[in-house]
Each structure stands twice: as C-alpha cells, then as structure tokens.
C-alpha cells in the first residue's frame, strides 16, 4: 500500500540524517526501547496544577525568576514556520518546509513496511463485528488493538483511529475505550465513568456506520514495560504476576509513572522523542486501517481525550491521509506549557526546539484545510483558559488565512477534564459531516 507523504518525508536526506537507529538491531535501541519502556506521571491523569499566572510580567510562574525572560523569547517574533507569518503566501510550499522541519524535530523512527496482521479473535458484541488484532514491530511484543464495525455493515466504510487517553494508567490501553463483553475490568469501569460518562466511545462512533481501529500506544497496554524486561534493581519488588488483580496494576501505574523520566532521557540517547514513537507507532495503524478492503481509504479521521487528544495533534498533522481529526482535552500553547502546565504533563508532550518554528497548535494545524476540531474543558486542570483560548485563535487565524475557516471548530463546555456523551455528540457529528 502507498504511503503517501510519511513515506516520502521518511526516505528524505535532511529527514534520514535524523532518524532514529535502525531499532530492530541497534543495541542501544533494545535497551532504550524494549526493555525501558515507560510512561507518564501519576499527577497527568487530570489533577490540576497550581493555578499559576499565565502572562508572566514577573509573576509567580513553574520556572521562578527565570520564567520571564523565557516566556519572552516566545513573546518577540511569531515561531519562524508559523503560517500566520506574511511571508508565506503558498500553502503548498509553507506545508512541505514546516512538515519537513517537524519531522526532522521529532525524529520519528522507521519501523519499516507493513506488518503482518493476526486476527487472533472475531465475534460479534452490541450489535457490531469486532476483531481482536496484532502485528509485530521491530521492537517489544506485539502490538494488540481492537477493531470494531457495525455487524450488517456491507461495502467499504469511512474509518476511524480512535486513540485511548493517558490517565496516569499504563497497564491499559485499547480496552480504555470499547466494551467487548457484558463483563469489564472493574478499573476500565472506573475509567469509562470518569473519562466518558461511562461509555465506550469508540463503540459508539462505530455503530454510526464506521470501522474504527483501537491500537495501543506505546507503552500501553500489550506495549508496556514488563518487570522481567528491566534490571531486577529497577523493580522495586513487582513482578508480572497475577496482572489483571486491581492492586498489582495500582502498583505497576505507579511505577511507571516513576519511570517515565528514565525511559524519556533513554529515547533523546537512542536519537528520537517519546512523541515521535507516538507517532511511528500510530502510523503503522494507519497502514493497517487503510489497507483493510472494508474500509474507504479517502475517508479517515482520528480522534481522543488527553493523550489520546495529543496523538491526534501529531498524527493529524503529519499524516495527509487523516481526513478529519478531533483533539478533545489536550490544546494549550508552548508558552502555557513553559510557565504554568508543564508539571501537569507527560514527557510524551515535549519535542526540543519544535516551539522556535510552530506554536503547539499549528501542529494541528499543519494540513489545513483538512477539517480538525478541538473540544475544551474550561475548568480543565490540565491547562490555563487562557492557553486554551489562545490556541484557539491561532488556528482560526491558520484556517481563515486558508480560506477555510468553516473547516475549523473550537468548542468550549464547562466542566473539567473529560469527553462526555455531550462531547461525543458534537464530535461524532463532526465526523459525520466531513466523512460521510
């Protein structure tokens, strides 16, 4: 199957001087990627930061006294491929040099070509067809991932990458987002009465008459760190047994949000970004989605809450073939982040120097005119409302310069961080219009 523009940014000279180790037989890559794999802090499942000046101006801020001077070198100039810029009159032209610089920023690493797919199970659940799915990668286990249609679906159906959240909670992934039985985890219970007003939204999408593709992201899931993987003295006493005990998984999440630091330094020593083995990884599901006979290849959309909001970011952006794209709960700007937000995320955010060229909202933005969406909590911890609103008028003026500010919606609703069946019903409509 063709790849379209990541194939071709891939094989690129300024992007290869970059890319990341050949991870399949690179040492310091099987340590850095298999046997340290990691994930975020405990304190990015939604729990708010301290309630920190936005603007600076000498205020209290995450950096103290050096937060001002910081903020101000954002402050001068607009980020040097930004598209707001006058300078840059030929869309096209703007595209292929601020996608080249992204790339070459996060550093994504080449996993190769298609993998082989495993359908390891199918049944039918809730009215709809699902299957239970894994592929290998050039690193750590197989990936596992869920896909799900409506049961009497005929023909060829626009598809839906639906990535789950970060939540603080490693151990799952995929199951975050669906219902494959009358009997859950009473932890993705918990999670889908939080998170989702106690739904499984990525079934729900799909009985409108998609095939959506719930993989999980590294590392979750059937991708996370296992004990027996790590040096004994990193441990700290658990092992992998008895995992789907609600205590153990306490304890691992735990864990791993600990870890997280060491798995992000050992990723920028291997060459890349935690981001940008977001985005490898959620490409390869990109492949499999769009090569699969029952789904429309022209018409993709992505979408999800936190984490799964800030995949949507990067894939979106950097993947022509996503149609349509909704960011829910995970928008702010680069500034927000420097002074008030950055103790409230995960390392999986952070990409070094990307915020001298693009503001972290004109990632989204980035394949304009291409229909994107990004829903806000306005009491979300997770960001200041000024962030939120900030990004919100970059990329209105990014679609209006565009010529397609209808293309573009930014919703606000009161609450915090979470996407409800409110949400879900404005987001899915969104899919509905463009896609269908």
Same mark, same amino acid.
């Given at each position: 199957?063709?790849?379209?523009?990541?194939?071709?940014?891939?094989?690129?000279?300024?992007?290869? @001087?970059?890319?990341?180790?050949?991870?399949?037989?690179?040492?310091?890559?099987?340590?850095?990627?298999?046997?340290?794999?990691?994930?975020?802090?405990?304190?990015?499942?939604?729990?708010?930061?301290?309630?920190?000046?936005?603007?600076?101006?000498?205020?209290?801020?995450?950096?103290?006294?050096?937060?001002?001077?910081?903020?101000?070198?954002?402050?001068?100039?607009?980020?040097?491929?930004?598209? @707001?810029?006058?300078?840059?009159?030929?869309?096209?032209?703007?595209?292929?040099?601020?996608?080249?610089?992204? %790339?070459?920023?996060?550093?994504?690493?080449?996993?190769?070509?298609?993998?082989?797919?495993?359908?390891?199970?199918?049944?039918?659940?809730?009215?709809?067809?699902? !299957?239970?799915?894994?592929?290998?990668?050039?690193?750590?286990?197989?990936?596992?991932?869920?896909?799900?249609?409506?049961?009497?679906?005929?023909?060829?159906?626009?598809?839906?990458?639906?990535?789950?959240?970060?939540?603080?909670?490693?151990?799952?992934?995929?199951?975050?987002?669906?219902?494959?039985?009358?009997?859950?985890?009473?932890?993705?219970?918990?999670?889908? =009465?939080?998170?989702?007003?106690?739904?499984?939204?990525?079934?729900?999408?799909?009985?409108?008459?998609?095939?959506?593709?719930?993989?999980?992201?590294?590392?979750?899931?059937?991708?996370?760190?296992?004990? =027996?993987?790590?040096?004994?003295?990193?441990?700290?006493?658990?092992?992998?047994?008895?995992?789907?005990?609600?205590?153990?998984?306490?304890?691992?999440?735990?864990?791993?949000?600990?870890?997280?630091?060491?798995?992000?330094?050992?990723? %920028?020593?291997?060459?890349?970004?935690?981001?940008?083995?977001?985005?490898?990884?959620?490409?390869?599901?990109?492949?499999?989605?769009?090569?699969?006979?029952?789904?429309?290849?022209?018409?993709?959309?992505?979408?999800?809450?936190?984490?799964?909001?800030? @995949?949507?970011?990067?894939?979106?952006?950097? &993947?022509?073939?996503?149609?349509?794209?909704?960011?829910?709960?995970?928008?702010?700007?680069?500034?927000?982040?420097?002074?008030?937000?950055?103790?409230?995320?995960?390392?999986?955010?952070?990409?070094?120097?990307?915020?001298?060229?693009? &503001? %972290?909202?004109?990632?989204?933005?980035?394949?304009?005119?291409?229909?994107?969406?990004?829903?806000?909590? !306005?009491?979300?911890?997770?960001?200041?409302?000024?962030?939120?609103?900030?990004?919100?008028?970059?990329?209105?003026?990014?679609?209006?310069?565009?010529?397609?500010?209808?293309?573009?919606?930014?919703?606000?609703?009161?609450?915090?961080?979470?996407?409800?069946?409110?949400?879900?019903?404005?987001?899915?409509?969104?899919?509905?219009?463009?896609?269908?």
């Amino acid at each position: 199957m063709k790849n379209n523009s990541i194939s071709k940014n891939l094989n690129d000279p300024g992007y290869s @001087r970059r890319k990341f180790i050949n991870i399949s037989s690179a040492g310091l890559c099987g340590i850095a990627l298999k046997g340290v794999t990691s994930e975020g802090p405990s304190n990015y499942s939604g729990i708010p930061g301290p309630a920190f000046s936005y603007a600076g101006n000498g205020e209290t801020n995450l950096i103290g006294a050096y937060g001002e001077w910081a903020a101000a070198k954002m402050d001068s100039t607009l980020p040097s491929l930004s598209f @707001r810029r006058k300078e840059f009159t030929d869309i096209e032209k703007w595209r292929k040099e601020a996608k080249k610089r992204a %790339f070459e920023r996060i550093a994504i690493p080449d996993l190769g070509g298609m993998p082989k797919v495993k359908v390891n199970k199918q049944y039918e659940y809730d009215g709809l067809h699902i !299957e239970e799915l894994s592929w290998e990668l050039p690193y750590g286990r197989p990936a596992e991932a869920i896909l799900l249609k409506p049961a009497s679906a005929r023909g060829k159906l626009p598809g839906i990458l639906a990535l789950h959240h970060h939540g603080g909670d490693k151990y799952f992934g995929k199951r975050k987002l669906v219902r494959t039985s009358d009997e859950r985890h009473p932890k993705v219970v918990e999670s889908q =009465q939080r998170y989702y007003e106690d739904t499984a939204w990525a079934n729900e999408i799909a009985k409108r008459g998609y095939v959506v593709l719930v993989p999980d992201a590294f590392p979750f899931g059937s991708r996370r760190v296992m004990m =027996q993987d790590v040096p004994e003295h990193l441990r700290q006493g658990l092992t992998d047994n008895d995992p789907e005990n609600p205590a153990n998984i306490e304890k691992f999440n735990s864990w791993a949000g600990r870890h997280e630091s060491t798995m992000a330094k050992s990723l %920028f020593c291997a060459g890349t970004t935690w981001p940008g083995v977001w985005v490898a990884e959620d490409i390869k599901s990109l492949d499999i989605l769009c090569s699969r006979n029952d789904v429309d290849s022209n018409r993709i959309g992505c979408g999800g809450l936190s984490g799964g909001g800030m @995949r949507t970011v990067f894939i979106s952006g950097l &993947d022509e073939r996503i149609k349509c794209a909704v960011c829910v709960g995970l928008m702010t700007t680069w500034k927000d982040f420097l002074l008030n937000k950055s103790n409230t995320h995960t390392w999986m955010t952070f990409v070094p120097l990307l915020p001298n060229e693009l &503001d %972290f909202p004109e990632i989204l933005g980035l394949n304009v005119p291409s229909p994107r969406m990004v829903i806000n909590a !306005e009491q979300d911890g997770l960001f200041t409302l000024e962030g939120m609103k900030e990004s919100d008028e970059i990329l209105k003026a990014v679609y209006a310069k565009a010529n397609a500010a209808e293309k573009y919606k930014g919703s606000f609703y009161g609450g915090g961080h979470r996407f409800n069946r409110e949400m879900q019903k404005e987001a899915f409509d969104w899919f509905d219009k463009w896609l269908k």
